[in-house]
């Protein structure tokens, strides 16, 4: 019989970092379940998570943004200046969309809502490890129409180089990034192009790739500041 232990991947390691005990024990549970990760530490705010990645660095950290001490956009800043920093997924409760925004700028790897299905979690864990942003449509679409709704204050150099990387990209690449500025879903951008979702999908890809933006947040607003 051949022995195929070997080639079983290692489980992903994760710190859960939450004030509340309760959210902390409910996440490590369903978390737990999966044997494809691993609960390395807990820690109650941001100054305890920045020293516990310190100390022993995870794959992602789910990192709640209210928080005693110091929160989770100031622990996220923290702890991206690390030689070798793990992904950060923030947590929120959806009433905050500013700080999630802030958030993201500075280079979290998504966020989630507390109340995002197990199933769903797990997912967006395993694909934040594996590169791609955890960030749900419906709350792309809502953060991207918070973020493009008013006229951000920048100088003509900020937009003409925001233009300049747009210019990469292929005449279809820019539909798509325009239909994603609009905070338009896969499934939607589909359908007005008369594309696949996989094709679709590819293509957001492409120009994450191109344009060294994460997320579609940080997408609709490099196309929103070129002003095209």
Known sequence: MTDTSSTQPAALRI???DDD?????GLAMILGSDPGVQIIAQAADGAEAVATVAQDPPDVVLMDIRMPVLDGLAATEEILKLRQPPHIILLTT??????????LRTGAAGFLLKDTPPAQLLTAIKNVAAGTPALSPQVAKTLIATATSSERSLDDQAKNTARAQIT?????????AQAVERGLSNAEIAAELYLSIPTVKAHVGRIMAKLLVDNRVQLALLVHDAHL
């Open 15 to 17: 710190i859960i970092v």
């Open 21 to 25: 005990p309760l959210v902390r024990a």
């Open 94 to 103: 959806f009433d905050t969309d500013d700080m999630v925004l802030r958030g």
């Open 168 to 176: 990469q990209l292929t005449e279809r690449e820019l539909q798509v």
